[in-house]
């Protein structure tokens, strides 16, 4: 019902009623008209169409881009549908340029992308203070467009990567009236003071007027579906502002929101965090050092705040004028000084989530080698998973989707590897074609992934009536003879998905499983399948039988072992699809 609304909304007289863009144009005040208008005048005109009151709703909610609940993942809802993100993120500099840009548009579309990650910097969008320049917006919203790919705008704002390098030159020149971060020596740093009202006021301002521009040039056709606020925020190579006011701020009493919040919710708490507090006393009042004690993290947690409430500023001042899905990416590292102090690092998430709660998602850069648990450390506190920058790596996207429920995934210096014959673009290639699928598989919780390589080369999955033991698959084929050794590719990767409980689909490449079940009987193939996606519905291929089905024709070992032998095998190289049907006996 919401796609026949959606097209009745391109009726020129309906859509000023349902939704009047005049009316939303400049100031929060406004969004009570348009929801008025919603209420009353939205409802007579679908009644008049014959429509219910159920339908009115869903549109309402549904027309942005948003975020949404759907069982037991938190989805990014697109023109009314989910939408699993498969995109790349622009090198720093590329989109300041049209020219740059123009031969790499058709390649990233070309690489199966669907979304593509750009600066939009305030330097070059607000030249001079309250003026405004939007002709590198429209020309990525338009080449977006014309390459059928979504954006996602990263807002360098007040700073990138901790540095106010993007902010402009009437800022970095006026510090008295920007003023900056001061150390402990007591010198300035180019990062802008988190607590000067000057700052976040004229950062907000920037940004609001961005907001309003996407609005009225993007507010129907919706190419740009997210907005990242800042970069990496945090302070490189220093604990805590030492400025007057932030030292005032750090001696007064941790701000009542966030004791309340810490003292109701003391359970649900991320683990470490909680530790911290509790070996500090688990006080519920007083000032930062006495509640959290005086440490390093003290410091970090303090400006984990402030960062979290300026930044919250920002995109509260973003979203009054165009509520589009807004997230903070985060610079990850283990220990302090490997990371930027203040950044929504796992410790903080409560922090940040309290501080920020017109920040959506608190995303991780993805860059340091244990993927997995980084995944897991921000898969928590209700914050869905999205990695904003990350390696090109095929298998990193195939298990954040599956065992995360991730909304997507995006490598950095994309245009750099925008070739449709790298391994990520033939990932995202058959992720596109089974998005509906994976989506769907996301909300019920039957989607797992499996990650072999030379140290971890066996994985079971339990799901549906069925154990699946997945090994790297061996390259000689067909399996007459059980091959010894033989030669195994390094990286291998699936999503096992449950689409019944004896039926599967499996996406992947390198890997082999045979299966048993349900609990301690064998089993063997009723059906399997090759195949692909077409518009999201399975279109087969060859079935397989025969020696394409026999991983194991050692008749005595599966007597004794109570196996069939029977399995799959998907290919290394470009990741495939097969459909398979099992039963017990
Ligand atoms: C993380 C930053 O967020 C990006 O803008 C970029 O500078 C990358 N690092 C480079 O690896």
């Given at each position: 019902?919401?796609?026949?609304?959606?097209?009745?909304?391109?009726?020129?007289?309906?859509?000023?009623?349902?939704?009047?863009?005049?009316?939303?144009?400049?100031?929060?005040?406004?969004?009570?008209?348009?929801?008025?208008?919603?209420?009353?005048?939205?409802?007579?005109?679908?009644?008049?169409?014959?429509?219910?009151?159920?339908?009115?709703?869903?549109?309402?909610?549904?027309?942005?881009?948003?975020?949404?609940?759907?069982?037991?993942?938190?989805?990014?809802?697109?023109?009314?549908?989910?939408?699993?993100?498969?995109?790349?993120?622009?090198?720093?500099?590329?989109?300041?340029?049209?020219?740059?840009?123009?031969?790499?548009?058709?390649?990233?579309?070309?690489?199966?992308?669907?979304?593509?990650?750009?600066?939009?910097?305030?330097?070059?969008?607000?030249?001079?203070?309250?003026?405004?320049?939007?002709?590198?917006?429209?020309?990525?919203?338009?080449?977006?467009?014309?390459?059928?790919?979504?954006?996602?705008?990263?807002?360098?704002?007040?700073?990138?990567?901790?540095?106010?390098?993007?902010?402009?030159?009437?800022?970095?020149?006026?510090?008295?009236?920007?003023?900056?971060?001061?150390?402990?020596?007591?010198?300035?740093?180019?990062?802008?003071?988190?607590?000067?009202?000057?700052?976040?006021?004229?950062?907000?301002?920037?940004?609001?007027?961005?907001?309003?521009?996407?609005?009225?040039?993007?507010?129907?056709?919706?190419?740009?579906?997210?907005?990242?606020?800042?970069?990496?925020?945090?302070?490189?190579?220093?604990?805590?502002?030492?400025?007057?006011?932030?030292?005032?701020?750090?001696?007064?009493?941790?701000?009542?929101?966030?004791?309340?919040?810490?003292?109701?919710?003391?359970?649900?708490?991320v683990s470490e965090f909680r530790q911290y507090w509790e070996a500090a006393g688990g006080k519920t009042s007083g000032t930062w050092g006495e509640v959290f004690g005086n440490q390093p993290m003290t410091n970090e947690i303090f400006m984990a705040w402030h960062y979290a409430r300026y930044v919250d500023k920002v995109a509260q001042a973003g979203k009054a004028e165009y509520p589009l899905p807004m997230f903070v990416n985060v610079d990850l590292g283990q220990a302090?000084?490997?990371?930027?102090?203040?950044?929504?690092?796992p410790i903080q998430l409560n922090v940040w989530q309290q501080g920020a709660p017109g920040i959506d998602i608190i995303a991780p850069d993805i860059y340091l080698p244990n993927f997995a648990e980084w995944c897991a450390r921000y898969d928590r506190s209700g914050n869905p998973l999205w990695i904003p920058e990350t390696r090109g790596d095929a298998a990193n996207a195939f298990y954040a989707i599956a065992n995360h429920a991730a909304m997507g995934i995006s490598p950095?210096?994309?245009?750099?590897?925008?070739?449709?014959?790298?391994?990520?673009?033939?990932?995202?290639?058959?992720?596109?074609?089974?998005?509906?699928?994976?989506?769907?598989?996301?909300?019920?919780?039957?989607?797992?992934?499996?990650?072999?390589?030379?140290?971890?080369?066996?994985?079971?999955?339990?799901?549906?009536?069925?154990?699946?033991?997945?090994?790297?698959?061996?390259?000689?084929?067909?399996?007459?003879?059980?091959?010894?050794?033989?030669?195994?590719?390094?990286?291998?990767?699936?999503?096992?998905?449950?689409?019944?409980?004896?039926?599967?689909?499996?996406?992947?490449?390198?890997?082999?499983?045979?299966?048993?079940?349900?609990?301690?009987?064998?089993?063997?193939?009723?059906?399997?399948?090759?195949?692909?996606?077409?518009?999201?519905?399975?279109?087969?291929?060859?079935?397989?039988?025969?020696?394409?089905?026999?991983?194991?024709?050692?008749?005595?070992?599966?007597?004794?072992?109570?196996?069939?032998?029977?399995?799959?095998?998907?290919?290394?190289?470009?990741?495939?699809?097969?459909?398979?049907?099992?039963?017990?006996?």
């Open positions: 019902m919401g796609a026949i609304l959606r097209v009745r909304a391109r009726i020129p007289a309906l859509r000023s009623l349902m939704f009047p863009r005049t009316l939303v144009r400049n100031r929060a005040w406004r969004y009570r008209v348009v929801d008025m208008k919603l209420r009353y005048v939205l409802p007579c005109a679908v009644a008049m169409l014959g429509f219910s009151m159920a339908d009115a709703q869903s549109v309402s909610t549904s027309f942005l881009p948003h975020l949404e609940k759907r069982g037991k993942a938190t989805q990014l809802i697109v023109d009314g549908r989910p939408f699993l993100i498969l995109a790349g993120e622009l090198t720093n500099s590329a989109s300041s340029s049209m020219e740059y840009m123009e031969p790499y548009w058709p390649k990233l579309a070309a690489a199966n992308m669907n979304t593509v990650l750009a600066a939009v910097t305030w330097e070059l969008v607000e030249p001079e203070p309250g003026r405004f320049d939007f002709a590198l917006v429209d020309g990525a919203i338009r080449e977006a467009r014309r390459n059928h790919l979504h954006l996602i705008f990263l807002w360098f704002g007040s700073w990138k990567n901790g540095e106010s390098t993007y902010t402009p030159l009437w800022v970095k020149k006026n510090r008295k009236q920007y003023p900056l971060f001061l150390t402990e020596s007591g010198q300035s740093i180019t990062y802008l003071s988190v607590f000067k009202e000057a700052n976040w006021n004229a950062d907000a301002k920037a940004f609001a007027a961005l907001l309003r521009h996407i609005r009225e040039v993007d507010g129907e056709a919706h190419t740009v579906i997210m907005m990242q606020v800042e970069n990496e925020v945090g302070c490189p190579g220093a604990t805590r502002d030492q400025a007057p006011e932030a030292k005032a701020a750090f001696n007064a009493s941790v701000p009542k929101q966030l004791m309340d919040y810490m003292a109701k919710n003391k359970e649900n708490l302090i000084g490997e990371y930027s102090s203040g950044g929504a690092l950095f210096g994309i245009e750099r590897q925008a070739d449709a014959a790298t391994p990520l673009a033939q990932a995202y290639g058959l992720l596109a074609q089974a998005a509906p699928l994976i989506l769907e598989a996301q909300a019920k919780g039957a989607i797992k992934a499996v990650t072999l390589n030379a140290q971890h080369t066996e994985e079971t999955v339990q799901l549906g009536n069925y154990t699946l033991a997945f090994s790297m698959a061996r390259t000689r084929q067909p399996a007459s003879a059980p091959p010894a050794g033989g030669n195994a590719q390094t990286s291998s990767y699936a999503i096992v998905i449950s689409t019944g409980p004896d039926d599967y689909v499996i996406l992947g490449s390198g890997l082999q499983a045979t299966f048993n079940g349900p609990g301690p009987s064998a089993a063997a193939v009723a059906t399997l399948e090759e195949g692909t996606y077409v518009e999201g519905r399975w279109v087969p291929g060859r079935r397989l039988n025969g020696d394409d089905i026999m991983l194991n024709y050692d008749a005595p070992n599966k007597a004794i072992r109570n196996e069939s032998g029977q399995g799959f095998r998907l290919a290394g190289g470009a990741p495939k699809a097969i459909h398979l049907q099992v039963y017990g006996y």
